[in-house]
């Protein structure tokens, strides 16, 4: 991932926001009742494809679009099945931009495929769009921003990040449709993405989790600098990731999240 660019969280997970620098991250509130017909906002259907997420803050679900970006899916599924994702950690934690995981060295600079480790290209669909919740493939940092690996972020941008009428009118400019830039006004996103790395799935459950991990105490370098990555005693752990499939049995209980 280059940076060109829900629900009230619990009380417990809403603690973790408190930095020891004194700085405060608070959890966004999210609109919970926000429709759609952008397929992002849709709930998943029965046999979809679902990918959970067992982390030291919580769990994660997101339904991935093997349709629309096949290779990011296939390779993501395959590494989660292979145990690839097992114990490696979140390290980069930006709040109000994304959440970066899936380097099994912890460092953003390494990531593994199914094809003996080689790239895989863009897969930039038009109907899908980094909205809040978005699950994007990322590349390794300083790495060919021309092939995706095993690293992922989910994005984490406030609710007001498009609420300008100026950023509206450019989207529309570019040929977002009403329902689109309606999206991105409501729940917020990352729109300058869109067309430069890959959305292949949307968090239905867990956002407050999500919002949580954007808000972890992360290390300043020695000029004061944010590094965005974690602290040691914030570490964020992502125990397993399981793939199945969507049934309505198996979510009763949570919430969805737009």
Same mark, same amino acid.
């Given at each position: ?32 009742d ?26 994660v ?63 930039? $669909? ?5 909205? &809040?919740?978005?699950?994007?493939? !990322?590349?390794? /940092?300083?790495?060919? *921003?021309? +092939? =995706? ?16 009428? $100026? ?5 529309? &400019?570019?040929?977002?449709?009403? !329902?689109?830039? /309606?999206?991105?006004? *409501?729940? +917020? =996103?990352?729109p ?18 999500v919002?949580?991990? &954007? ?11 944010d590094t ?31």
């Amino acid at each position: 991932m280059h940076k060109k660019l829900c629900l009230l969280p619990p009380l417990a997970l809403a603690l973790l926001c408190a930095c020891s620098s004194g700085e405060k991250k608070t959890p966004p509130t999210r609109p919970a009742d926000f429709v759609s017909s952008e397929r992002q906002f849709t709930a998943p259907a029965s046999g979809d494809i679902i990918a959970i997420f067992d982390t030291s803050l919580g769990e994660v679900r997101a339904v991935l679009y093997p349709d629309a970006a096949p290779m990011a899916v296939y390779n993501f599924v395959g590494l989660a099945r292979s145990g690839y994702y097992d114990n490696t950690t979140i390290w980069r934690s930006e709040y109000g931009f994304a959440v970066q995981g899936g380097d099994a060295t912890g460092t953003g600079t390494g990531g593994s495929t199914i094809w003996s480790n080689n790239p895989y290209p863009l897969e930039a $669909d038009a109907g899908l769009k980094h909205y &809040a919740g978005a699950l994007c493939a !990322a590349f390794a /940092a300083g790495g060919d *921003a021309t +092939g =995706g690996n095993s690293q992922f972020y989910f994005v984490t941008a406030l609710p007001d990040s498009v609420s300008s009428s $100026d950023l509206q009118a450019e989207l529309t &400019a570019n040929g977002y449709t009403d !329902a689109q830039v /309606a999206a991105y006004a *409501a729940v +917020g =996103g990352l729109p300058y993405l869109d067309n430069t790395d890959t959305v292949f799935g949307q968090v239905y459950a867990g956002m407050e989790v999500v919002d949580a991990m &954007a808000c972890v105490d992360t290390v300043k370098d020695d000029d004061g600098n944010d590094t965005f990555r974690p602290t040691e005693e914030a570490a964020i752990t992502i125990n397993h990731v399981t793939i199945t499939t969507y049934t309505a049995e198996a979510d009763n209980g949570l919430d969805t999240v737009g």
